[in-house]
């Protein structure tokens, strides 16, 4: 017999999906926060006290960060399907990808200590990748349905952009500590531990709204409720998914096949991997990159991740809930500008050695743009092609993401490491004569970054203002 709630779906969504959704997310400190333990797993693995001593051939957290990412991405089309077609797939999806993922994380644990670089491959880069992309799929397509029963997907979209913002930014100096208490594998095991125990018994509450698990008595007619809703359509008319809402019922079911052959989705997928490219670069080598540039400390180091994680989570929501009303050519052309100041200005903040808060202001900008631009994919591919399509391109649109995710850390990496050049086997400078010219690599990376945004945006303009070539 199916639960009964006797209320509305707003306090069903509010009092049982948001915490579950919450809890679910427990892996997101090793996914979206894994910037904090790139440092401590690179000096461990390869035995050494200073990032001088790394070249590129040594970044193997990142390397195997970006395998995850890219191997996530990958997951949602295959998982799509799984998690929209019954109750019984979601719940398989989150067991799989708990016990994928907690493998993963045990086998990258056990290749630190040992010092074994391919047991951090086979244990972070796949399983971790093939586990986390399950439970990626479970928070965006599970949470987006629920909300968007109450007809606000983009506030869907905006909670779990917020609660992967709000994981990081408590690791930002949690993780520190908790190395420092227990050491990078015990770090490792008990974020292990804690994600089972939080997303583990979240699986009995995972029941999708089409399943009528859950009803919801109303003593209004079926002519209220239809009143009701269009005068939830007209308050909300002009935004991109009062307009997606409106369409719904005339948008027919479109093969896949068809669908990747629209210029919709090559605008939308190249669109969102040069638009993404710097913030994932700057991400996830935001701790090396504070160090090789500004000798940083730990707290320093702590303290940046944590504003950045904070204006993301906050950006996400607001997004989220303004999404709604506003048309997302207007809020791609926002982000777009900001992440111009922001990249253009990390690559200026290096090049002139300026003070570490323009750095800080300038990482808070691309950490708005960066936030804000993750919330619109998966409404891009709502509004672009429909309710009916969603489940089935979300994770082809992805793919940008998934492919910016990969190579962006790689060449900010790449840059970084071009310190070592000027470092000997100890760690110390050796006469480069004129200034420091592995600066100017850090700088270029940056600037390239900021000369792809206009082209990203434009992209993702048209993208979401062309309509579907309907077979």
């Not at 995850?68 to 019954?86: D, E, R, S």
């Not at 509004?383 to 994770?395: D, H, L």
Request: aromatic share 16%.
């Amino acid at each position: 017999m199916g639960f009964k709630w006797d209320s509305s779906k707003e306090k069903y969504v509010a009092l049982v999906i948001v915490p579950v959704v919450f809890f679910l997310s427990s892996f997101i400190p090793l996914l979206y926060g894994w910037q904090a333990w790139v440092l401590p797993v690179q000096l461990e693995t390869y035995n050494v006290t200073s990032l001088n001593e790394l070249s590129f051939k040594d970044g193997i957290a990142t390397f195997i960060s970006s395998l995850c990412i890219f191997l996530v991405t990958i997951m949602t089309v295959f998982a799509g399907p799984l998690v929209t077609y019954k109750t019984w797939g979601v719940q398989l999806a989150v067991f799989a990808g708990i016990f994928l993922s907690s493998i993963g994380i045990c086998l990258t644990a056990v290749g630190i200590s040992a010092t074994k670089g391919w047991l951090l491959w086979v244990g972070f880069g796949v399983l971790n990748g093939l586990g986390f992309g399950l439970l990626v799929s479970v928070m965006n397509i599970f949470t987006i349905q629920w909300f968007r029963e109450i007809g606000r997907p983009g506030l869907g979209a905006g909670y779990v952009g917020f609660i992967s913002g709000l994981w990081p930014a408590i690791f930002a100096y949690a993780t520190p500590a908790l190395i420092d208490w227990v050491g990078v594998p015990g770090s490792l095991y008990t974020l292990c531990i804690l994600m089972v125990c939080l997303s583990g018994p979240t699986i009995i509450f995972l029941h999708k709204p089409l399943d009528n698990w859950v009803s919801f008595p109303s003593s209004k007619s079926q002519d209220q409720d239809s009143e009701e809703e269009e005068g939830f359509l007209e308050s909300t008319k002009g935004s991109a998914i009062a307009k997606e809402e409106k369409e719904t019922s005339s948008k027919e079911v479109i093969p896949l096949s068809e669908m990747l052959k629209t210029k919709q989705y090559l605008q939308l997928v190249f669109g969102f991997f040069l638009f993404l490219y710097p913030g994932f670069g700057a991400k996830l080598v935001m701790t090396p990159l504070l160090v090789s540039y500004f000798d940083s400390s730990v707290s320093t180091q702590s303290l940046v991740s944590f504003l950045f994680f904070v204006f993301y989570a906050l950006t996400r929501l607001i997004v989220g809930q303004v999404a709604d009303k506003i048309p997302l050519q207007r809020l791609f052309l926002l982000f777009g500008v900001l992440q111009f100041i922001g990249v253009t200005g990390l690559g200026c903040v290096v090049f002139f050695q300026l003070d570490v808060v323009v750095f800080i202001v300038m990482e808070l900008f691309l950490a708005i743009a960066f936030a804000g631009t993750k919330v619109l994919l998966s409404l891009s591919s709502l509004q672009v092609f429909g309710a009916q399509n969603f489940s089935k391109i979300f994770g082809c649109v992805l793919q940008g993401y998934g492919t910016a995710g990969a190579i962006g850390p790689i060449t900010m990496w790449a840059a970084v490491s071009q310190k070592s050049k000027y470092y000997n086997d100890q760690g110390q400078p050796l006469p480069t004569g004129d200034g420091q010219p592995w600066l100017l690599a850090i700088a270029l990376w940056f600037w390239l970054a900021s000369g792809m945004t206009p082209v990203a945006t434009f992209l993702l303009y048209r993208g979401v203002s062309s309509p579907m070539p309907y077979a």
